[in-house]
Nanobody, 119 residues
Framework: QVQLLESGGGLVQAGGSLRLSCAAS????????MNWYRQAPGKERELVAG????????NYADSVKGRFTISRDNAKNTVYLQMNSLKPEDTAVYYC????????????WGQGTQVTVSS
């Protein structure tokens, strides 16, 4: 069972940057793709970015392409989300999860980390 702990959120002005981290427990971390999701108030959770188990391939939501970068360090059981040129519409709670087939989540959701972008 993979357990997840997100961190790195905070309050930032529009145009600023944040780096989120997701630390995963368990020896099987490197077997799974990892996705970052976000959920804004009153909205459904949406997929933001994904990375394959080896880190060889990534994908992004159109709304964050060119601004966000997902990466992983399998030696540290950690996946990252570098967020640049932040916009107020990026405000949300950000979550990570391990996935199979790119979309099927296999871990319990963590508490997430709050990102607030002020205009």
């Amino acid at each position: 069972q993979v357990q997840l702990l997100e961190s790195g959120g905070g309050l930032v002005q529009a145009g600023g940057s944040l780096r989120l981290s997701c630390a995963a427990s368990g020896r099987t971390f490197s077997r799974y793709g990892m996705n970052w999701y976000r959920q804004a108030p009153g909205k459904e959770r949406e997929l933001v970015a994904g990375i394959t188990s080896t880190g060889g391939s990534t994908n992004y939501a159109d709304s964050v392409k060119g601004r966000f970068t997902i990466s992983r360090d399998n030696a540290k059981n950690t996946v990252y989300l570098q967020m640049n040129s932040l916009k107020p519409e990026d405000t949300a709670v950000y979550y990570c999860n391990a996935v199979v087939g790119g979309t099927y989540t296999i871990a319990s959701w963590g508490q997430g980390t709050q990102v607030t972008v002020s205009s």
